[in-house]
């Protein structure tokens, strides 16, 4: 017993120090992030509204009241029932804002990104520990394998380009994925413990259904799947009650959440999202083309375009593992554990398949519908190669690590140092290949040169279809005391005497038709500006300055 308690304590220390490795690594990434991602600006303003933005053509705007519209402000700090609202008017549930607003409310008046990333950081510590604990627990638990597998497994997923994306990515994404690897927790212990009690089971996953689905919608896909694996389990064990009283507990944490936030049922059947969302899952033309383009992403962002050879490794070895079995010449080493591996499969091929139907094809963006599973999926591609290795090192030894794991001595140890700078190679990579996104590193001299000449009138040409897009530019029309707003389809000269007397003018104009019109007219109305250049393209804008 002396043996196991310092196994687990060994165990115990490196997942800590590689939870503490991550989060540096996390840091120095939220350090590099210099601008955002319009929906990361819709966070930050759907948290902590004030008055609400509204365009006027030919005003000045008050940059600090701008400002304090993205901000929690002294005296509307944990004003929970306005966030409600304001995702109501959207297609979003609210309960990732009222964690963003919380933050934003103990730092009031501050804008920053690290309100954001640090809910993240929050959030992805979480989903460390739970990834952590279903990787042990699927794996079989008490064995040296379940220990590594568990260790290979955070190590390969944590420092993956899409999960540190995922945490700069100030959405909720990673609070999704927090409740994903919750439901996914609570399965694995109920089938490996036959523990199906209200107060141990039924009661947490009634509540991590209800706050789940009010993160975000998708979350209700994976534990449809995964809900329907375990009815299985327990149809075929013969559970008939257990099923009903499992049925009501979801059916309860559901019900409870559309009777909490009744918009839910109007943003998924109704919505701009949730029509979309239904028209593209029920046209079968395009389902091969999506499948592809999200099989690429997880290719991609989190195995370094390797995922082919690992794929036809674990092919390779199922069938030759299965010919020695059949000679009495290997043992897989699976006994114990189908229940809980079967039921990850079908949840995560089930969540796949019908996110990448449904999910919006936004580039590499797009990687932030699949993120909550990415861990699952690293989970069953090292269990399956590793468990296929142990048995076919019953036949070769250089390979053998014991049945099921515990033995084997210096071989064990070898599979494990193989595995670990195999992972450690395809994560570095891919990090030195700079895959990591939601960063906007271009924006940093463009918010420099922006500080520097805070006071310097500045002009605002927005497409009058379209005025909305003056929000994508928040973080910098902030930084300067005020903005004049012009309609591009306007075209009386602008009048105002602190433009046209100007020496130096920055103009933004929107990516329209029309756009070095606005420019010229400028031009020809100001009498002491003469030269144009451009200072930076962003988005949807391109910023002028003119001299």
């Not at 020695?324 to 089930?350: T, V």
């Not at 990687?367 to 399956?384: D, S, T």
């Not at 070898?414 to 891919?430: H, W």
């Not at 990090?431 to 000449?453: R, S, T």
Request: with cysteine; charged share 20%.
């Amino acid at each position: 017993m002396k043996v196991v308690s310092e196994k687990k304590t060994i165990f115990f220390l490196a997942m800590a120090a590689l939870l503490v490795l991550q989060l540096s690594v996390l840091v120095f990434y939220g350090n590099r992030k210099a601008g955002f991602h319009e929906d990361e600006l819709y966070t930050y303003y759907s948290s902590n509204k004030t008055a609400g933005l509204f365009v006027n053509d030919r005003q000045w705007m008050d940059c600090k009241e701008l400002a304090e519209e993205f901000v929690a402000l002294p005296g509307e700090r944990f004003r929970y029932n306005i966030v409600k609202q304001m995702q109501s008017w959207d297609v979003h549930p609210p309960f990732y804002y009222y964690i963003f607003h919380t933050a934003a409310s103990l730092r009031p008046g501050v804008f920053s990104k690290w309100t954001g990333i640090g809910v993240n950081l929050l959030a992805y510590a979480l989903s460390y520990v739970l990834l952590a604990y279903g990787a042990y627990t699927a794996a079989g638990g008490g064995t040296k394998r379940a220990m590594r597998l568990s260790f290979f497994t955070c190590l390969a997923w944590g420092f993956g380009s899409a999960v540190i994306s995922g945490v700069m990515f100030i959405r909720m994404y990673q609070w999704l994925t927090v409740f994903i690897l919750l439901c996914m927790d609570l399965h694995l212990r109920a089938v490996k413990k036959r523990d199906f009690r209200v107060l141990s089971f039924l009661l947490p996953v009634c509540l991590t259904v209800f706050l789940g689905f009010l993160t975000q919608y998708y979350y209700i896909i994976f534990h449809f799947f995964l809900g329907a694996g375990f009815c299985f389990f327990l149809l075929k064990n013969k559970k008939i009650k257990e099923i009903f009283m499992y049925g009501a507990a979801c059916g309860l944490g559901f019900g409870g959440a559309v009777l909490y936030y009744p918009a839910s049922m109007s943003h998924i059947f109704r919505g701009y999202r949730g029509t979309e969302a239904v028209s593209e899952f029920g046209d079968a033309s395009n389902t091969l083309e999506r499948l592809r383009f999200f099989y690429g992403l997880f290719d991609d962002y989190m195995m370094n375009g390797t995922l082919s050879v690992w794929l036809l490794v674990l092919c390779v070895l199922l069938v030759t593992t299965g010919y020695l079995k059949k000679r009495g010449q290997a043992s897989a080493s699976f006994s114990g554990e189908n229940a809980g591996i079967g039921m990850l499969l079908f949840a995560g091929a089930g969540y796949f398949f019908t996110v990448s139907k449904t999910a919006l094809l936004l580039g590499e963006t797009s990687n932030r519908y699949q993120l909550p599973v990415y861990g699952i999926f690293i989970f069953l591609i090292l269990y399956g190669m590793w468990t296929l290795l142990s048995g076919f090192g019953e036949k070769f030894s250089f390979f053998k690590s014991g049945s099921p794991g515990e033995k084997g001595g210096k071989q064990s140890w070898l599979m494990a140092g193989i595995f670990l700078a195999v992972i450690l190679l395809i994560d570095g990579l891919a990090l030195k290949d700079g895959k990591v996104f939601f960063l906007y590193e271009e924006e940093k001299e463009v918010m420099e040169f922006v500080e520097e000449n805070s006071n310097v009138p500045v002009v605002v040409f927005y497409n009058e279809a379209s005025p909305d897009n003056i929000w994508r530019l928040s973080d910098e029309l902030m930084k300067y005391k005020k903005v004049y707003l012009a309609s591009q389809g306007n075209p009386e000269p602008i009048a105002e005497k602190e433009i046209t007397e100007s020496r130096r003018l920055l103009v933004y104009v929107a990516d329209y038709e029309g756009q070095k019109e606005c420019v010229y007219r400028l031009l020809e109305n100001a009498p002491s500006l003469e030269s144009c250049r451009i200072v930076a393209r962003k988005g949807l804008w391109t910023f002028y300055e003119l001299s």
